[in-house]
């Protein structure tokens, strides 16, 4: 049976960094687009990031671009989503999932299946 299990979050000051990793067992992630999601209270879930199978292709939203940054280790079957200049607003929990065998990224989140079971990130002084 294949797993995503996030880890990483916790609590940080404004401006801090956090890195958080998305590993994977019973599949290879190489064979998968890998996405970053977060959901706050009271708001959809919301799409961040994507990493292509073979990691040439990242793509990210507005909303994160430039601050954070997706990248793949395939010895260690993990996706990690590095969080920099992190804001309040970036309070939530953060998913990553995946999409079908060999697909190329996507930018919604119902392109995306077999999702982990989060982990909470904090932004707060």
Request: proline share 2%; hydrophobic share 30%.
């Amino acid at each position: 049976q294949s797993q995503l299990v996030e880890s990483g979050g916790g609590l940080v000051q404004p401006g801090g960094s956090l890195r958080l990793s998305c590993a994977a067992s019973g599949l290879a992630l190489e064979n998968y687009a890998i996405g970053w999601f977060r959901q706050a209270p009271g708001k959809e879930r919301e799409w961040l990031s994507c990493i292509s199978g073979r990691g040439m292709t990242t793509i990210y939203a507005d909303s994160v671009k430039g601050r954070f940054t997706i990248s793949r280790d395939r010895s260690k079957n993990t996706v990690y989503l590095q969080m920099n200049s992190l804001k309040p607003e970036d309070t939530a929990v953060y998913y990553c999932a995946r999409r079908g065998f060999r697909f190329g990224c996507g930018d919604s989140v119902g392109a995306y299946g077999t999702w982990g079971q989060g982990t909470q990130v904090t932004v707060s002084s």
